[in-house]
């Protein structure tokens, strides 16, 4: 049976939900009034609540934050992912960087504050994603520190997991399969990460994914990781 809830209290400046919100961990987790600009909304909830999706998915609903240097494989262990725990049973859905831009983020450039926005947009469609109790798989660069913790800030405790692909500038710039590492050298992309822009490395990640020596692991050995570290936290069940 799924658990019906009455509606929580507003406050009465439309500013937040009460804090008896926060032991479900449904969306109304954290709304703050922090950077928005719009006055007199008032938070709208719903009977069916997060921890009702999660049972009819027998999974709970998180976002696996995916970062690293470009070539360093952050595309290819979301697929390898998403397709593993598909075959478990599980949704999941993959949010990647470059195909964001083609889309949701077209009007944004690779300018710091322009990545900012960019994994500002990500990381509240991840929450959304992790609300509606699907396993979201965010795959971009996101070189900054402060905006990858803002995205952790947002979601309930636990639910934000960063992965950190912590491959060599040297083994994704041989990899360089779209060629980008070789036109920033030559000076005809500017602002190309590790090359002439920043990229600052998690400091206490989840989950490092590293070279063994010179030995990369495949694919499915890096998804087996991730869903381990899920199992083991409870997330593959409701
Ligand atoms: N200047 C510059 N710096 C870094 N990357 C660049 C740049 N210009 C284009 N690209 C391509 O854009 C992809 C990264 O997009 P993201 O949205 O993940 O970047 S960011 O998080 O906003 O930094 C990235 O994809 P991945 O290689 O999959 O990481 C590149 O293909
Ligand atoms: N575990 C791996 N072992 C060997 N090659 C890999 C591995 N992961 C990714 N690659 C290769 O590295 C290149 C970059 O991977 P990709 O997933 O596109 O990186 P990113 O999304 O971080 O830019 C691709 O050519 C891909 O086939």
Known sequence: M????TSGEVNSNGG???????SNGSICHEISTKGRRSMNIVWHKCSVEKIDRQELLQQKGCVIWITGLSGSGKSTLACS???ALHSRGKLTYVLDGDNLRHGLNSDLTFK???RAENIRRIGEVAKLFSD??????ASVISPYRKDRDA????????????????MPLHV????????LYKLARAGKIEGFTGVDDPYEPPLNSEIIIQMEG???????????????????????QA
């Not at 799924?2 to 809830?5: M, V």
Request: aromatic share 8%; glycine share 8%; with cysteine.
């Open 81 to 83: 992912l998403t397709r």
């Open 214 to 236: 010179e030995v990369c692991s495949s694919p499915e050995v890096m998804a087996e990781k991730v869903i381990s570290y899920l199992d083991a936290k409870g997330y593959l």
């Open 112 to 114: 710091a504050e322009d």
């Open 2 to 5: 799924f658990s019906l809830k």
């Open 151 to 166: 995205c952790r800030s947002i979601l309930p405790d636990g639910d934000f997991i960063e992965v950190f692909m912590d």
């Open 16 to 22: 937040g939900i009460s804090s008896s919100d926060e």
């Open 172 to 179: 994704c710039e041989a990899r360089d399969p779209k060629g």
């Open 132 to 137: 509606s109790g699907v396993i979201c798989i």
